[in-house]
């Protein structure tokens, strides 16, 4: 299944295009450019983030350059993600791909034709042991995510963490469909939770929106994949 068609299968308005590194050569980023063909399908989409540090934090200068042309041609690409973005240091540290300085440079890159670019950052419960502060100041929009299923039974407490840390960035919860972090499907009972949750922090101005991860595993008929499917085309035209 495609992007597009992931997004059209769970009735959702957005995108966030994730560069990830191909099975095959897994030194090897994918998609490629030109990336053209990607962005004329997301044409019916309202909103577009594309990644400037992929899966596994792959950081690459060409994209960001590729993505300023593209936002030239397409006025619905409004954001550039910076994906699995921290990592432990050998001293059992917490830093970020990028440095605090060159994100201030990536800010100034993200004026375009009088529109600013919001600079997206993936935050997981865990890079909030460590304070990441100084690249959280830094980003315009933070990206929640609970890596283990077993953890959203806490939620709310890392969620508040993640407000702590980053008191003016606008917040978007990430909802898993699958259970990365212990691969294996994700109890029912923890995707409503983080659904219904996401929901109520909506409509109270909390969040900006939510994520639905990912187009990979919409087609392999997964319980959880499927209730939330039919969960958006309940609740998805509601007001907030």
Known sequence: MTPAEGAFYLN???????????AKEPCKMLPTPPYDPYLISFRPLKQ?????????GAVSKDDLEAIRRLAEKYP????????????????????????????????????I???KLGL????????????????????D?????????KDLERLEEGFIKAEQAAPKARKVLGCYMWDYGDQKPIPLSLM???????LEWLRKG???????????????????VEWTRSWIREVGDGKV
């Open 48 to 56: 577009v983030v594309w990644s400037i540090v992929g899966a596994g």
């Open 12 to 22: 959702v308005p957005n995108i966030i295009m994730v560069a990830c590194p191909s």
């Open 76 to 111: 619905n690409l409004v954001g550039v993600q910076m994906d699995d973005f921290f990592r432990d240091t050998l001293d059992g540290g917490r830093v970020g791909s990028l440095t605090p300085q060159e994100l201030d440079y990536i800010q100034g890159q993200l004026k």
């Open 141 to 149: 929009v933070i990206t929640f995510w609970t890596w283990q299923a």
């Open 192 to 198: 409503q939770k983080q659904c219904q949750l996401g």
């Open 206 to 224: 909390q969040i900006e929106g939510m994520i639905f991860l990912a187009s990979c595993i919409c087609d392999m008929n997964l319980e959880a």
């Open 120 to 139: 997206w950052v993936t935050l997981y419960r865990h890079d909030l042991q460590h304070d990441v502060s100084a690249y959280l100041s830094k980003v």
């Open 113 to 115: 034709d009088g529109r």
